[in-house]
């Protein structure tokens, strides 16, 4: 099996990578490019905790293949934060504690972000039901939905602030 | 999120600082074991059987061995032969020589998954395709999954050399049995047939997983010196390394272990499964290692907790008080002996009752699925959900509140308990008082709701640890521990330094050393992590303390003994000098200061918690859904307050999953049927409320922060707490779990 070579951004910055047609884009990330903050806990599309942004849009990564993410854009749990500024879902997971093993969280925070992204005042079913693609075995979940709902409190205040 | 009442007490203890690890958690930095990579690192692969019960006639790896890029192949024949011989490692003593066949089968499999042969190669690629060239012949036998079965005379029997343990006896057939406990007082049979009520019932329960979201992962790399090293995500690092060193015939100093982060384990990764595997293949290799599970190799392979079958008569008088119990339980062991759950079970049977007279009898039954394994307060919540069940019955029977009927049951400190020991500082009662306080029990319920409460408890452990204290040249603190942070436990460490040593908590720093950088320390689980190693810390800290007073002494030139310490200073009349400047000064002082405590406390007290459960039942599809949901516990004193209700609210919904989703489901081949996250269905966030955490501090006089560990007591309540409200709802008991849509549906079917 020849390999195919995928150009591609990753974070913002270009990225071209070598890799089988089969490979998954979650492998790329994190054999090919050294990426592992984007985890693998199934394998199947039903833990979430490979979640990626691709060109926007939430998607698992272990259900994207490499190829296909050629010419397009892909923002990972590593380019969250910027710089050493914390975003205030990261911040906020933070001050809640709302992580135990921490598996699970940089695909609930990507997760988070991709909703409070398009609903900045969600409810806390709203966030419960998106989040529910996201599997987290330590928490109940009851601490990550107070992160994610003060996490948008916050952002609607910096954002009336701006304004 | 409830505020210690006596915060007061305490500078740190029952706070909520950031964790210190927590910023590389959030930004996706910290290393895992599925992250670590070796410099030219071997992909592995494992061959597993796709049979649940076969002999092994022969393997043939020649076509694998030719595969360009395969570096190295092993199978049982590679391990050594070893006897029957017991090694301390996890939370139990094990047998080292079924550990072995745990991790590569040797003359048989005796479950659908059990490794048979493993490859190292120079790509997952080509390992995976190298694992497909190895031919097994398997002489397939017939299988047996249930407990009832596997006890039937006529059944399969896995081991031809095991037979019953703990009967009056030694047997002279093999059994399927592999143990019976048993605990008597009294006369329970007497006390029964003289008692007001009696509930006799059924229950039973299916095997569940752990279900952590990190598969298991190592990396291994032998060195021609005979030493070997292994990164791996691990509960306990030093049982990593007893076992591997034992399986492989090995000095325990010649191996190192280095703890990666954990995604989990609640007792699944207090054992190896890989990690000796991954050592073989390295040696012959001469390169690093990896093998990694699939996610279906973690459901396949590793301990699920045993299933159940429990026989219960349970007696009271007309006021409430039991007058006896009779309880039998029968739990699945797996494919090989050794589960201890039955210890847990025959101790945690109504610990927390006065009971005088029962009579208390467990199996551990083994069968064609894999070995089961430690899961939070193993063996206590299936006994449990018999036990609350029961009461739950006795109390509508008796016309008695479900909380007044405990609270006249309950241990109370002095009382002597089924172990017959006295109590000690148990907030039993307590906690009770404070769940019929709590406005959730008097709410009012809405059409199809009902109200479910249940008690469960754990005993807590406390066990060897060692942690050191050391003084940086800026007066910084270094605490170097040997248990893996599974769950906030580095913050909860910090706090304990920080507060006994009177300084700031950012001034300290936790690390979780590698085996070979600490001394021995037994794993993070039992609930004895912040109760031990916080022990050990604090003691640590406290000789730093004394040799800090003696160096300022020293620069005052006045008696050790005249130097006071407070506020994180030395104190001498009006004078005093900070940690920073005695450790500034520490060059001239006597040199570098540090401190270390190897401890084995065992004066720990049992946790205790109270769940109150709302469901609401949809009575055209017998769904179940949660709709409010509180559970309090006497935690002894929280450490670090959010981690703490976190474990309450984790343990909780674990136990909401087992109740209501979670089984491992076999098909007539004897083959797992659901063994991924979509047909396991684990709770997600929409299918839960908020969980309201109540922490009641009842403190442990043996810890100087009253700790008595918390991590596994929440998950022993919610299993009769949701049945209980189920039951109550549609005026049917459940007597099985899961309370699937299905079955739900069909009692109701039935009952019309
Ligand atoms: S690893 Fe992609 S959803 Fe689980
Ligand atoms: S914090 Fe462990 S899985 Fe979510």
Redesign the pocket.
């Known amino acids: 099996m020849s390999k195919l070579l995928v150009s591609t951004s990753v974070n913002g910055d270009p990225q071209q990578f070598l890799c089988d047609p089969d490979t998954t884009l979650l492998d790329a990330l994190r054999e090919e490019m050294g990426l592992t903050g984007s985890k693998e806990g199934c394998g199947s599309g039903d833990c979430g905790a490979c979640t990626v942004m691709l060109d926007g849009r939430m998607v698992c990564s272990c259900l994207v293949l490499a190829p296909e993410v050629e010419g397009r854009q892909v923002t990972t749990i590593e380019g969250v934060a910027e710089g050493s500024r914390l975003h205030p879902i990261q911040r906020k997971f933070l001050e809640h504690g709302a992580?135990?093993?921490?598996?699970?969280?940089p695909g609930f925070i990507v997760a988070a972000k991709a909703l409070l992204d398009r609903n900045p005042d969600p409810s806390e079913s709203e966030v419960r039901y998106w989040l529910a693609g996201n599997l987290?075995?330590?928490?109940g979940y009851d601490k990550i939905v107070r992160a994610v709902l003060d996490a948008a409190a916050e952002l609607r205040q910096d954002r009336r602030a701006v304004a | 999120m409830n505020a210690p009442a006596e915060k007061k007490l305490f500078r740190l203890v029952g706070t909520r600082p950031i964790r210190p690890d927590g910023i590389e958690k959030v930004t996706g930095k910290a290393i895992y074991g599925p992250d670590f990579v070796a410099p030219n690192m071997l992909q592995g692969a494992i061959l597993r059987s796709p049979h649940p019960h076969a002999r092994i006639r022969g393997i043939d790896t020649s076509k694998a061995e030719v595969l360009p890029g395969v570096k190295a192949i092993v199978t049982g024949a590679d391990f050594p032969e070893l006897d029957s011989a017991m090694v301390a490692g996890g939370e139990a003593p094990a047998n080292i020589k079924y550990m072995a066949r745990k991790c590569m089968a040797t003359d048989k499999v005796v479950f659908d998954g059990h490794p048979v042969a493993a490859v190292a190669a120079t790509s997952a690629t080509i390992a995976e395709a190298a694992i497909q060239l190895i031919e097994v012949d398997y002489e397939v036998l017939p299988h047996v999954i249930d407990i009832e079965d596997a006890l039937r005379p006529d059944a399969p029997i896995l081991h031809d050399d095991l037979f019953t343990q703990g009967l009056p006896e030694l047997p002279t057939t093999p059994s399927n049995a592999a143990m019976r406990v048993e605990v008597r007082r009294g006369d329970a049979a007497r006390a029964l047939s003289e008692a007001a009520a009696v509930f006799s019932g059924r229950f039973t329960l299916r095997p569940v997983h752990q279900g952590y979201?990190e598969p298991h992962a190592c990396v291994a790399s032998w060195h021609a010196d005979g030493q070997a090293q292994i990164w791996c995500s691990t509960q306990g690092h030093f049982t990593v390394r007893a076992l591997t060193a034992g399986i492989l015939g090995m000095e325990i100093a010649d191996i190192r272990v280095v703890p990666l982060e954990i995604?989990?384990g609640f007792g699944g990764k207090t054992t190896v499964y890989l990690e000796p595997v991954a050592v073989l293949l390295s040696r012959k290799a001469g390169r690093p290692v990896r093998l990694a599970m699939k996610r279906d190799d973690v459901f396949r392979a590793t301990g699920p907790a045993p299933g159940a079958v429990i026989d219960i008569r349970l007696g009271a008088g007309a006021d409430g008080t039991i007058s006896g119990a009779e309880v039998e339980f029968k739990y699945t062991g797996g494919g090989f002996p050794g589960a201890h759950e039955v210890y847990a079970g025959l101790h945690c049977t109504m610990s927390y009752y006065n009971v005088p007279d029962a009579h208390i009898v467990g199996w551990n039954v083994l069968s064609n699925i894999p070995t089961v394994h430690a899961y939070r307060a193993p063996g206590a919540p299936q006994v449990n959900f018999a036990v609350e069940s029961a009461m739950d019955e006795l109390a509508r029977r008796l016309g008695i509140d479900p909380i007044d009927i405990r609270l006249r049951n309950i241990a109370r400190p002095g009382d002597t308990g089924g172990m017959g020991m006295p109590h000690g500082a148990i907030g039993y009662a307590e906690t009770l008082e404070a769940a019929k306080a709590h406005p959730h029990y008097s709410a009012p319920l809405g059409p199809n709701q009902a109200r479910g409460v249940a008690c469960g408890s754990w005993g807590n452990y406390g066990g060897p640890s060692t942690a050191a204290v050391s003084v940086a040249e800026d007066g910084s603190i270094l605490v170097t521990e040997g248990n893996p942070d599974i769950g906030g436990s580095r913050a909860s460490m910090a706090i304990m330094a920080a507060e006994t040593l009177g300084i700031a908590y950012e001034k300290v720093r936790v690390v979780v050393a590698d085996t070979s950088s600490i001394g021995y320390s037994m794993g993070t689980g039992g609930s004895r992590t912040t109760f031990a190693t916080g022990k050990a810390v604090i003691q640590a800290a406290e000789a730093v303390i004394a040799i800090l007073r003696e160096r300022a002494a020293k620069q005052w030139n006045v008696a050790a003994g005249e130097v006071q310490w407070g506020g994180g200073e030395a104190v001498h009349g009006d004078r005093r000098l900070s940690l920073g400047q005695i450790a500034a000064a520490s060059g001239t002082t006597g040199g570098p200061i540090s401190a270390q405590a190897a401890i084995d406390p065992h004066d720990y007290l049992p946790g205790f918690g109270v769940h109150i459960c709302d469901t609401e039942v949809d009575r055209e599809t017998g769904q179940v859904s949660i709709v409010r949901y509180t559970a309090l516990q006497d935690v002894g004193r929280a450490i670090h307050a959010d981690y703490v209700e976190g474990q309450i609210q984790g343990g909780a919904v674990q136990g909401i999953g087992w109740a209501l989703n979670e089984a491992y489901v076999y098909n007539q081949a004897g083959l797992l049927d659901n063994p991924g996250f979509l047909d396991y269905r684990m709770p997600v966030a929409s299918d839960m409320p908020m969980i309201d955490a109540v922490m009641i501090e009842v403190p442990n006089p043996a810890h100087p922060y009253g700790v008595k560990g918390v991590g596994e007591t929440p998950i022993v309540p919610p299993l009769a707490a949701v049945a209980n409200a189920v039951s109550g709802a549609i005026g049917i008991r459940m007597c099985d779990l899961p309370i699937t849509p299905d079955r739900v549906y069909g009692l109701l079917l039935a009952a019309e």
């Open positions: 992580l135990q093993c921490g598996f699970c969280t987290c075995r330590c928490t | 979201i995604g989990g």
